[in-house]
Every structure is written in structure tokens, then in C-alpha cells.
């Protein structure tokens, strides 16, 4: 009789576990027959594998043209004058003196101003070379240098030979002996002054807006 007891302890365990394994095997099944659970629950849903994966169409790049106002160069230059060294911007030779007074600049001929070329970024296309067609189209000739890149201003500054006086005075003398050679008496040396262009900062073209479109008729 000893005997038979762990026999029947172990028949009773071995029911109780082939009915646990029948009883989660129709759970799993009344999920969905066929799918294991576990591996339904890790599958991503529908819609948010298809919004991940949906590709937004992207608007093409604009047509590019080559920059009119450096020409595809990166660079303007630019034409500037600035003051003589020889003469320090005077017109007049220092320590050079004749009979009648003082000497021209040779340098200068006596403007006081040198011409000077001046390398600078292109300030339309920042160093880029290009811009867009619709951008391009729209520069045309500066109004205001009509292309030539530079502005010529007319000025009138002190005889630097009689300093203003209008009379030829000897630098050995320093003596009035007439009516000084450089000014005609008038004291004050007439001059132009070539800078450039401030609208089209040297470059001879301008960007100008297209015209508005004209009103609707009434």
C-alpha cells in the first residue's frame, strides 16, 4: 500500500501539467488562431510602418545663372583714388622749388590723387559665382555710372603753390612777384575726383525690380 502513493502523487502531477498545457494552448488560439501572442505583440502597427516610411516629394533646386555682376569670378575690382604718396596728397613736390615757386607732382600731375584697384568679395553672390535665373534677369546697367563703375565729381581745393593767395611767391624771396602760375590768381586749383560707383559699388549693374503688374481694369 506504501508503495502505490507516490505512484498516484505522480500520476496526479503529471494530469495536472497536460492540463495546464491544453488550457494555454486554446487561450492562445482564441487570440488569434494560427499568430502566437507573444510575437503579435511586437509587430508595429499598420499605420505607423506606413507613415515611417511614406517619402514627402521634395520641390526641385532653382535654375542657377552665373552672377552678372562679378561674371562667375567670386571677385569684384573695384577702382578707387587715394592720396599721392610722393607728394602726400598736395599736388606739389616737396623741397622742389624754382624761380616761379613750387613744382608739380610728377606722380599726380598735381591732382593729389592715385589711382588704385581694389580687390573685394562679390557683394551679390557672396563669393558663390552664380544666382538664381529670377534673381539674374533683373540686374541691368547702374542708372546712376551708366556701366562705367566709376562717379566723377568735379572739386575745388587751395593752390597748394600760392596757399590761396592767387600770387606767385618766390620760396627764396618770400615775396609777392605776381599772379602765381598754377591757379591764375584765383587761388583755388580745380580738380576731378574719380570714386567709385556708391550704387553699383564698382560693379556697373544694379539689381532692379520688374515693374508691378498694371491694375485691373475697372
Known amino acids: 500500500m506504501k ?49 515611417a516610411t511614406k517619402v514627402v516629394a521634395q520641390p526641385p533646386p532653382p535654375a542657377m545663372a552665373t552672377c552678372p555682376t562679378c561674371r562667375g569670378q567670386r571677385e569684384v575690382h573695384v577702382d578707387q583714388e587715394v592720396a599721392c604718396r610722393a607728394c602726400g596728397g598736395t599736388g606739389i613736390m616737396p623741397g622742389k622749388f624754382t624761380s616761379h615757386g613750387t613744382t608739380v607732382c610728377n606722380a599726380c ?35 546712376k555710372c551708366h556701366g562705367t563703375k566709376m562717379i566723377e565729381t568735379d572739386l575745388q581745393t587751395t593752390c597748394q603753390n600760392c596757399r590761396g593767395s592767387g600770387k606767385n611767391i618766390s620760396e627764396m624771396s618770400k615775396h609777392a612777384s605776381g599772379m602765381c602760375p598754377f591757379c591764375d590768381g584765383t587761388g583755388k586749383i580745380a580738380k576731378k575726383e574719380k570714386n567709385a560707383c556708391t550704387e553699383c559699388f564698382g560693379t556697373g549693374v544694379t539689381y532692379q525690380p520688374p515693374p508691378p503688374p498694371p491694375a485691373p481694369a475697372t
Do not use: Y
Open 3 to 51: 508503495i502505490f502513493q507516490p505512484l498516484t502523487l505522480i500520476l496526479l502531477l503529471v494530469l495536472l501539467a497536460m492540463a495546464w498545457a491544453t488550457w494555454d494552448m486554446q487561450r492562445r488560439e482564441a487570440v488569434a488562431p494560427g499568430v502566437d501572442a507573444a510575437a503579435l505583440q511586437l509587430q508595429a502597427p499598420p499605420a505607423a510602418t506606413n507613415a
Open 109 to 143: 600731375k598735381g591732382t593729389g590723387k592715385i589711382a588704385k584697384h581694389v580687390t573685394q568679395d562679390c557683394p551679390t553672390c557672396k563669393r558663390a559665382g552664380e544666382i538664381t535665373q529670377a534673381l539674374a534677369a533683373n540686374f541691368k546697367t547702374c542708372p
